[in-house]
């Protein structure tokens, strides 16, 4: 079973950054593409950033040039740098497969962005 555990989340004023990880079980992240997605309150998780095996990256137009995505295969370790974050970025910050896998979904971390 693949385990997820996210962490890096905090309360920041807008224009502070924040470093998000996911610690992945196994090997999973050198062989499948990863995904950044966020769900906040009373609103779909959405896909933020994405990251292929070979490092083809993707990123929702409303994080584009402050948002990075990256990996590193060999601690099984992705993670999200954000940089003038906004109020509209708060939410729960999950990692998983991309597309995701239903049971690897885990707790994720919250993000807090006030004005």
């Known amino acids: 079973q693949v385990q997820l555990v996210e962490s890096g989340g905090g309360l920041v004023q807008a224009g502070e950054s924040l470093r998000l990880s996911c610690a992945a079980s196994?090997?999973?992240?050198?062989?499948?593409?990863m995904g950044w997605y966020r769900q906040a309150p009373g609103k779909q998780r959405e896909l933020v950033a994405s990251i292929t095996s070979v490092g083809f990256i993707n990123y929702v137009d409303s994080v584009k040039g402050r948002f990075t995505i990256s990996r590193d295969n060999a601690k099984n370790m992705l993670y999200l740098q954000m940089n003038s974050l906004k109020p509209e970025d708060t939410a729960v910050y999950y990692c998983?497969?991309?597309?995701?896998?239903?049971?690897?979904w885990g707790q994720g971390t919250q993000v807090t962005v006030s004005s």
């Open positions: 196994g090997t999973i992240c050198s062989i499948i593409a």
């Open positions: 998983n497969q991309l597309p995701p896998v239903a049971t690897w």
